[in-house]
């Protein structure tokens, strides 16, 4: 399809237009000022804001009463302790959102992890094949990761990237995936999960689903049946920018992640008027859909963009320039998202619920402190190999951001032990905010937990093939980085890698109400299905860990 073809109203409405819009649902709420709330609902839309801490709408409600943001809270119940699975990656906090389970019942530790019963990409004759082997849920997955539709093809890319309408499986190269020694077939994304979705309860219904994401490994997302998201949009956010530099991608500029964004808006819109993703064919306004946002989370990590500072001033609770341009931006999108539901008087029937896959942490500049990592994992695999001649490297995968997260080729409470002691044995000097020298030991450690106990910190039974064989919660402020490009990270345990914002606005009830008591991002996957008048106990997560709906507040 043509841009020709195509509405662009998130993109070509202006930033005038948009902050109009902002100040019409600001004055009416999503669902207006009408005196019942009472209803049914027949959609849910999520939208994810990655990045986003409670603390930070608290602040932009509080600085800009006339937002969309501000009237999505006082339409609705603000969850003010709402906290996010652990590790708080995307993964983890998307598959926790959408299932109701945390990683022990999902198997979904991270989107670049280690699974030791599977065997290694590529293999085709299975017989003696020892097992073990990395599990990436990245962009290298894609058959051709350089492109923003993941080697699709079309033609006239970026701005007709809503024309990507391959089945997001159909855009993984099968060469990439793991290999299941039962079968001797590659694993995909959506089979690697180990429970169904709000997706899979939907579609079984006899409901349409649609999702908007960052890779087409959100394939994870179709569950157990496999193609539960009947409408999944998935453009390549780590593909290269057009006109951009060599090793930029859409991440690395944050005006670039603020059109990538719009591209995933402009779909959802396209969904509210009743079509495809692409506008290609009109099949009904979805009861499951949504996206996620990440202009916010690179406007939190980068150092610079744009020529405005990121990330945070010195109390690390107001955001800096970009923050702010950043959060003005999503807080747009969801008035023209309100707007497009009100025109087509979808806001009587429609709870939207607005959360985080992950926060965000240090948010204080002075907090920072930037470690390498590679170093470390050197010198534990030749420190094994020293006093073990002949044993295979000990680190088979480490995936560190602000945790340290490792799996081990031996398991043994040897090995395991052997690691955390010399973890934490390890100081050194990393680099602060201004890339000055910071002393750290312990590895920048604050606990580590190895082998049975990293099983126990996860729920997971100690031979779960994919629990990771040492986890590390760091000391806060803690990135491992050899470089300087980013101020910030997640994937830890800290509270801001944690404590995320939560809103739910339904005509279900609650208006204005605030919970102030822990509830988690897991509870999102059962309450969608209870605002639909589904069962949540068909999730097989919520059966396993007993997740509740959240609370919903005293219908008005």
């Not at 702010?324 to 969801?334: G, I, S």
């Amino acid at each position: 399809m043509s841009i020709s073809r195509l509405r662009w109203r998130a993109l070509a409405i202006g930033a005038a237009g948009l902050l109009v819009i902002a100040a019409v649902v600001a004055a009416i709420g999503v669902h207006g000022s009408r005196p019942s709330r009472g209803g049914a609902v027949t959609s849910v839309l999520l939208l994810s804001v990655d990045g986003l801490h409670q603390r930070d709408l608290a602040w932009y409600v509080g600085n800009h009463p006339g937002s969309a943001l501000a009237a999505l809270v006082r339409g609705g119940v603000e969850y003010t302790a709402a906290s996010t699975p652990v590790p708080s990656d995307s993964f983890p906090g998307t598959v926790g959102q959408l299932t109701g389970g945390d990683p022990s019942g999902t198997g979904i530790y991270y989107d670049d992890t280690f699974n030791h019963d599977l065997l290694p990409a590529g293999t085709t004759s299975c017989a003696g094949v020892k097992p073990g082997t990395e599990v990436d849920l990245t962009e290298d997955l894609d058959r051709d990761k350089s492109t923003i539709d993941a080697g699709q093809g079309l033609a006239g890319l970026p701005d007709g990237v809503l024309g990507m309408t391959a089945t997001p499986g159909t855009l993984i190269n099968p060469a990439a995936l793991p290999v299941d020694p039962a079968t001797c077939k590659p694993v995909y994304p959506h089979a690697y999960l180990r429970v169904n979705t709000v997706f899979d309860v939907a579609s079984q219904a006899g409901l349409r689903t649609a999702w908007s994401d960052k890779h087409p490994a959100y394939d994870i997302l179709n569950g157990t049946s496999g193609d539960a998201v009947r409408d999944l949009f998935t453009p390549e956010i780590n593909s290269r920018v057009p006109g951009g530099p060599a090793d930029g991608d859409w991440t690395t500029d944050n005006a670039s992640t603020e059109r990538y964004d719009s591209y995933k808006v402009h779909a959802v819109l396209n969904e509210i008027d009743g079509y495809d993703h692409a506008r290609a064919t009109e099949v009904g306004v979805p009861a499951i859909f949504g996206m996620n946002f990440q202009t916010v989370s690179t406007a939190q990590k980068l150092p610079d963009s744009d020529g405005l500072p990121g990330g945070y001033l010195a109390d690390g609770t107001t955001p800096g320039p970009l923050l702010a341009r950043a959060l003005d931006y999503v807080d747009a999108q969801l008035g023209a998202l309100v707007a497009e539901l009100r025109k087509h008087d979808l806001d009587r029937s429609t709870a939207v619920i607005l959360s985080a896959k992950h926060g965000q942490s240090p948010t204080e500049p002075a907090a920072l402190t930037r470690i390498d990592d590679k170093p470390l994992v050197r010198g534990l695999n030749a420190g094994w190999a020293a006093t073990h001649p002949g044993a295979a490297r000990l680190v088979a995968q480490a995936t560190d951001d602000d945790a340290i997260m490792m799996w081990l080729s031996d398991r043994s409470a040897e090995a395991t032990g052997f690691a955390k002691a010399y973890l934490l044995g390890q100081q050194g000097t990393g680099t602060d905010s201004n890339g000055k020298p910071k002393p750290f030991t312990a590895s920048g450690l604050q606990t580590l937990y190895a082998g049975a106990e990293a099983a126990r910190y996860f729920n997971a039974a100690p031979d779960d093939p994919a629990v990771p064989d040492l986890y590390g919660v760091v000391r806060h402020g803690v990135v491992y980085t050899g470089g300087t490009s980013k101020i910030a990270e997640h994937g830890g345990a800290d509270a801001e890698d944690q404590r995320v914002a939560l809103v739910l606005d339904s005509p279900a009830g609650g208006h204005g109400q605030t919970v102030d008591q822990p509830v988690r991002t897991t509870q999102i996957a059962p309450t969608v299905l209870w605002l639909l008048g589904l069962d949540p106990g068909a999730l097989q997560a919520v059966r396993i860990e007993h997740t509740v709906e959240l609370p919903q507040g005293t219908p008005q």
